[in-house]
């Protein structure tokens, strides 16, 4: 297994699960979030309404994730994890990892054998893109998934993201 990193679409990917970089609420937002919920459709959104109204009626916390089906995705589940806002004075670097961590453990149990990943906590809540890509990249070089893929937005966050996995021991 190595980890792919791409640059485009992650509502394209063609593998068995998507995670979506979810906020706490569960029913959709902007970034990928709203990109995936838009692109899936409601039955996501129907999914993500029955987990708030069952286990997580105070929405899934930092670090945890939860799948639901993948709609008119072309992967067969999304998996929604909530990444950490960025900050500068407290080190919250476990939390992000955890989303990753915790997004391949749901992945495994699904018998999913290929993923593919944002870069969690990114564009909205400000975490500085190698760091990102650093903490991505420490869990996810470790998978047991056939197929794990890094997709990035664009060309500087791949090339950042390019330099960062060379650099990684």
């Not at 992650?10 to 593998?15: D, E, H, K, L, M």
């Amino acid at each position: 297994m190595r980890v792919e990193l791409v640059t485009g679409d992650i509502t394209a990917s063609q593998v068995d699960a998507i995670v979506n970089a979810a906020n706490s609420s569960l029913l959709g937002g902007g970034g990928v979030d709203g990109a995936i919920h838009r692109r899936g459709g409601p039955a996501i959104l129907e999914e993500c309404r029955a987990l708030r109204a069952s286990r997580y009626g105070r929405g899934l916390p930092v670090g945890q994730a939860v799948a639901t089906t993948a709609g008119r995705l072309p992967a067969r589940w999304v998996i929604h994890t909530v990444g950490p806002v960025y900050s500068a004075d407290e080190d919250r670097s476990p939390l992000l990892r955890s989303c990753y961590t915790a997004s391949l453990a749901v992945a495994s149990d699904l018998g999913a054998r290929s993923i593919a990943f944002p870069l969690i906590s990114s564009g909205v809540y400000r975490w500085p893109k190698d760091d990102a890509v650093l903490q991505a990249l420490t869990v996810l070089r470790e998978s047991s998934l056939d197929v794990v893929r890094l997709v990035l937005f664009d060309s500087p966050t791949r090339e950042a993201a390019e330099r960062v996995y060379r650099g990684l021991p």
